[in-house]
């Protein structure tokens, strides 16, 4: 059996069911494993803590997969963990608001670096670490077998944390038919096209879904501005509920070209929408200098840090863009903004915002505070799971 063993005092967040071993936790690593491959983890006095999966090449060696000491995992605990994630789901089959959302969320499903997203019975997987690629036959044949309406599994593994992993980026058909070029998905009262061999993660931003349902409630009538749009995603949303106005601003032609399609496909939408390709951090300074304003404004940026140390520029970004979309909200108007970097605190996103509305010489109050949703949970002993946090919030 291969066994990792933890140095005295460091086994406490293992014990207490956090899935990461970094390497610094670890005394001695017996019998040589592969990259994936299952180990034993134990702590410095000889107590089997659980199981988890080895990864050399990153700082967190091993992703605990089981705190079961006396089982191993096999394929069939795999298949099981598999099959509990999307029973968790089955809500979401029932309830008509949408038929695309995420079916296994990592770690705190427990399955740590495995993500798995349905799209209409298209399921999207992405695999992160060197253990999600080793159970890969395993996670691929439990997703057909118990995601009801499944008809194919693609990969999208082409994330930036398989390098740290050692692994090359994959993608491809991995079982089932091929996926049509765009599948159409519903959310609420619209539907969008969704590209899942090139899209952005994969294919869509499931994690947003209940802050645009939020967002549009403050839609009727307004004119607004919806920064880094992606596909449309908030403009469509607020198209359907009365939007007098949408300017989407995205600095990618292809989300454009699809926002632009995904809006003509709204038939009872009456409302303006414009396309322009730009950088936001240049648009919101071409419409200062032309005096525009707006009733409601979405500031959703992609990922600013990926680790502490890019914290300190992420947190220049955020001001920034957030002290100039401010200063074009009307007053009274919503300012609905978004940090999806992990590193990046609630609490620190709220000061951030604060000290924008400072600069910005304008008083805001706090209409909700969203989250990434219910199909992303972060479980209770990983804390890291939280990384999309907002603010709605109303000048005064
Ligand atoms: N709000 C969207 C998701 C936004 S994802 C939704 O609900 O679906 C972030 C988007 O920002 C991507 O489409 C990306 O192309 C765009 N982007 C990244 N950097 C940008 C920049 N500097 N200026 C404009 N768009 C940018």
Known sequence: MKKVILNPKRDYSVVHHHPWVFSGAIRAVEGDP??????????????RLGWGSWSPASQIRVRMLSFDSDHEPDDAYVEGLVAASVARRAAFWVDGVTNAFRLVNAESDGLPGVVADYYAGTVVVQLATAGAERWKDVIVAALMKYVPDCTCVYNRSDVDAR??????????????????????????????????????????????RDARAAVAAYAPTAEMLN?????????????????????????????LA???????????CGTKCEFVEADVFKQLRLYRDQGRTFDLIVLDPPKFADTKAGLMRATRGYKDINLLAMKLLRPGGVLATFSCS????TDLFDKVCAEAAFDAKRDFQVLARTRQGADHPVSLTFPEGLYLKGLILRSF
């Open 34 to 47: 592969a990259p994936g491959e299952t180990v034993a983890v134990e702590s410095a006095r000889g107590e």
């Open 163 to 208: 390098a740290r992993e050692g692994l090359e980026p994959a993608t491809g058909l991995l079982a089932g038919a091929e996926p049509p070029e765009l599948v159409e998905v519903k959310e609420g009262p619209v539907s969008f096209l969704v590209d899942v061999r090139k899209g952005h993660k994969t294919g869509f931003y499931l994690d947003q």
């Open 227 to 255: 920064c880094f749009s992606y596909t449309g995603g908030f403009g469509l949303m607020a198209c359907a509920s009365g939007a007098a106005s949408v300017t989407h601003v995205d600095a990618s032609a292809e989300a």
């Open 342 to 345: 992990g590193a990046m605190t």
């Open 258 to 268: 699809l926002a632009r399609k995904n809006t003509e496909r709204i038939h009872f």
